[in-house]
């Protein structure tokens, strides 16, 4: 199995924070998100190798981080070329661009880098190799405001989605779709035929919410913490919950 961690915007909500550091390496109770994110995806066995697709103008800040990670030798770091918010890739686009230039066949777990969830990673794992469709780590925000800034999900009595909407107006529940997505590799050919097809390539719930339609894709529903950093409001929040925790 191979891993994707999607690193490659440019938090312009969070700047100041982020002129010179990318959110994935701000530090949250004292350690950078990256290594807590490291942390769960040391759990699963069965990968060989973890790819950081950011872009140039944070490439050598993740480089040094990796370089001082106990899984130097299993990281690789990937260059999208984008140099700007307004030029980047987007996540769908990026997702592809590691997919394409390694020639990935195999088993995928995507997992975006700003991302921190409390839940046991090895739980999902097992839900997600029991189905025979994609899978999707899904928690309850408990408010249709918080919910139109996420994908928002239905699922059906078998927990496979049968709804899915990109920040709705009118969300139809509060259950939505978190940076946690599991691709068997026989699925992969779907991303191809996506990013030929549509213009959408930024968040990565335009994709589900396609495929969701096109094939089967399931919903894992967890309710330990989980934590967005979309803005100084969200990082502040987990920064001081994890101090409190580890004190």
């Known amino acids: 199995m191979k891993i994707i ?5 440019y938090a312009v909500r969070l700047q100041p924070l982020t002129l010179n550091t990318p959110k994935s390496l701000l530090l949250v109770g004292g350690r950078p998100i990256m ?16 790819y950081v697709i950011t872009n140039a103008k944070y490439y ?6 990796a370089q001082g990670t106990s899984f130097r030798d299993k990281i690789s ?7 700007s918010n307004e030029n980047r890739l987007g996540a769908i686009k990026d997702m592809y661009f590691v997919v394409e230039s390694k020639a990935i066949d195999n088993d995928l777990l995507v997992v975006a880098g700003d991302n921190l969830f409390e839940f046991n990673i090895l739980t999902f794992m097992e839900f997600a190799r029991s189905n025979d469709g994609v899978s999707v780590a899904l928690y309850d925000v408990g408010s ?33 779709s978190t940076g946690i997505y599991y691709f068997p590799k026989n699925k992969l050919p779907f991303i191809h035929k996506y990013v030929k097809m549509l213009s959408k390539l930024d968040a990565p719930g335009y994709y589900i919410g396609w495929l969701s339609g096109e094939d089967k894709v399931y919903g894992f529903k967890f309710i330990e913490d989980w934590y967005d950093i979309g803005n100084i409001e969200s990082y502040n ?3 001081s919950n ?6």
């Open 5 to 9: 961690i999607l690193a490659a915007g």
């Open 35 to 50: 290594d807590r994110i490291m942390d769960k995806l040391s759990l699963i066995k069965g990968w060989d190798e973890i």
């Open 60 to 65: 050598d800040n993740f480089v040094k981080w």
């Open 77 to 83: 770091v990937i260059n999208d070329g984008t140099t």
């Open 144 to 176: 249709k405001d918080l919910a139109r800034n996420y994908g928002v999900v239905e699922l059906d009595a078998s927990n496979k989605i049968v709804d899915f909407e990109e920040k709705p107006q009118n969300p139809k529940s509060t259950l939505v």
């Open 237 to 239: 929040k987990a920064d």
């Open 242 to 247: 994890y101090t409190k925790k580890e004190r």
